[in-house]
């Protein structure tokens, strides 16, 4: 076999040490290394002494960050690439580096160490189950970190269903976290309500996001289980965003009958989801979401176009389309 064909390693080792990529990406958020480059210090001495940091410890660290693609090196200069310099910079509005205390939270990430146990029983325990009720501090964590990276679909989920002309409308936000899908309506909407339900400690930052939005006049929350508590009815909204890939198709079926219980003749449900192909292995980043589902609850899966139609159509809902997103989800709509 000619060497230039020959099987190499290169990839194994890649993936074994890729715990190092996050491990450098964590860092640099923690010591803000990306806003200081983006402002002019470009050299190593002159970012440690932004970040208050070792010049040997940022030199290596910016060198890697510089192989991995976020930071570009001539010389010994380095420069923010240009993922680096709109996601990774404080002074960029479209900042993502809050998103490290949910990804990067203990409990998610122990969830990886017995993987194999997990793909053997097909499940995880209960103390694994990220959406168990003993979990709750977790989506607290969740609601404080992740509403700056939902922005973009929000604003493409009020594009999508026209909100800003939709005239008086009443929106139920299942499972709400931050807030922001339907705060985001509720902005472009002066006439819309917005009922929130989710934990009482997640909706507590709903409603700091509703009142820094300016809507919290007409955002209201509804505590508890979104499995259990009575929602009321005369909904012409309804959001399911990141939620029902953390359960087995039966439970989302379920749930979304309820729903519908809830919403008027004629309207519009609203889920976000990682949609993988049906080939389940693309696009890669809904496909690989599958993953973190087997690792951190008992059932959840990323589910396909045709696996959100039959449960749609299955808990009464018609007309279900698939809308792309400015993010690696899709927006999937129904009408009740």
Wanted: glycine share 8%; aromatic share 6%; hydrophobic share 45%.
């Amino acid at each position: 076999m000619p060497a230039s064909t020959m099987p190499s390693p290169e990839r194994v080792f890649d993936v074994l040490n890729a715990y190092q990529r996050t491990a450098a990406l964590k860092a640099a958020i923690d010591l803000d290394l990306f806003t200081p480059i983006g402002e002019g210090a470009d050299t190593a001495p002159a970012i440690a002494a932004r970040c208050k940091a070792s010049e040997r410890g940022v030199r290596i660290l910016c060198d890697y960050l510089s192989i991995g693609g976020l930071l570009q090196k001539s010389g010994d200069r380095y420069q923010l690439a240009p993922d680096a310099a709109v996601f990774l910079s404080k002074k960029s509005p479209a900042y993502l580096g809050s998103i490290v205390g949910f990804l990067g939270a203990p409990d998610l990430v122990r969830n990886f160490d017995h993987l194999a146990e997990t793909i053997r029983t097909g499940s995880v325990p209960q103390q694994a189950n990220t959406v168990a009720t003993e979990q709750q501090e977790l989506w607290v964590e969740f609601a404080r970190a992740m509403a700056p990276m939902m922005a973009p679909a929000a604003n493409a989920i009020g594009e999508i269903l026209q909100v800003a002309s939709a005239g008086p409308v009443k929106i139920l936000d299942i499972a709400a976290g931050h807030g922001i899908f339907g705060l985001t309506l509720a902005q472009r909407n002066p006439q819309a309500e917005v009922v929130a339900v989710d934990w009482p400690g997640v909706l507590a930052v709903a409603s700091e996001n509703a009142k820094k939005m300016g809507v919290e006049n007409r955002f209201r929350k509804l505590e508890g289980d979104a499995f259990a508590v009575d929602y009321g009815s005369g909904y012409d909204i309804a959001l399911m965003t990141n939620f029902l890939h953390h359960f087995d198709v039966p439970t989302c079926t379920t749930l979304l009958r309820k729903v519908a219980a809830a919403m008027k003749p004629g309207g519009r449900l609203a889920i976000l989801e990682f949609v993988p192909n049906d080939d389940r292995i693309s696009p890669p980043p809904a496909a690989g979401f599958a993953l973190t589902m087997l690792a951190g609850t008992p059932a959840g899966d990323a589910y396909t176009l045709a696996q959100l139609r039959r449960m749609s159509e299955d808990a009464g809902f018609k007309n279900v389309a698939v809308h792309p997103m400015p993010t690696p989800q899709n927006l999937v709509t129904a009408t009740r």
